[in-house]
């Protein structure tokens, strides 16, 4: 992993605006996955019977999994300039996701893209642009971990 101490710095600060509130932003990236690309519902049993966004936003099993998720990416944050510690987290997810839930390694891409269109929203493009690389870090060494998986 290549963050200059600089992009650290800024992918912290950009991430730590998104996580202050990270179940409302987290269900917010999830319920736009799922009404954006209908696809992802399909690997998420209990979620398939909701239909509207409202119906979404409500459920505290997709408030928790957002929040799951935030908190996943907030690990990875704290140890960018930790390739070890980066890794500690992000292999035994991508292993998970892999070979057990079976989830098809496009989906990661779909949901950083949905948190990146976000914090450009609230936050400006430079918040989105402090995180860019944060985001391709975690698709492409997911990607491997499914590569090494079989995938």
């Known amino acids: 992993m290549a963050f200059s ?3 650290v710095q800024r992918a912290r600060g950009a ?8 179940e409302d932003n987290g269900t917010t990236v999830l ?3 799922f009404t954006e690309h209908p696809d992802t ?4 049993t209990h979620f398939k019977g909701m239909d509207s966004a409202e119906e979404m936003e409500q459920s505290d099993q ?12 907030n690990d990875l944050v704290q140890h960018l300039d930790n390739n070890d510690a980066f890794l500690g987290v992000l292999n ?3 292993k998970k996701h892999a070979m057990q839930l079976k989830i098809d390694p496009k ?6 893209d949905i948190i990146l269109q976000l914090m450009e929203e609230k936050y400006g493009g430079d918040c989105k642009a402090s ?6 870090e975690i698709c492409t060494r997911l990607n491997n971990v499914y590569k090494e998986a079989g995938w």
Do not use: D, Q
């Open 131 to 136: 995180f860019e690389k944060v985001t391709n």
């Open 5 to 7: 101490e600089a992009e």
């Open 41 to 44: 519902k399909s690997y998420f």
């Open 15 to 22: 991430w730590e605006k998104m996580y202050s509130n990270a």
């Open 92 to 94: 035994p997810l991508g």
């Open 31 to 33: 319920v736009r996955m």
């Open 62 to 73: 997709i408030r928790g999994h957002g929040k799951r998720v935030f908190t996943t990416i």
């Open 107 to 112: 989906n990661f891409r779909i949901i950083c």
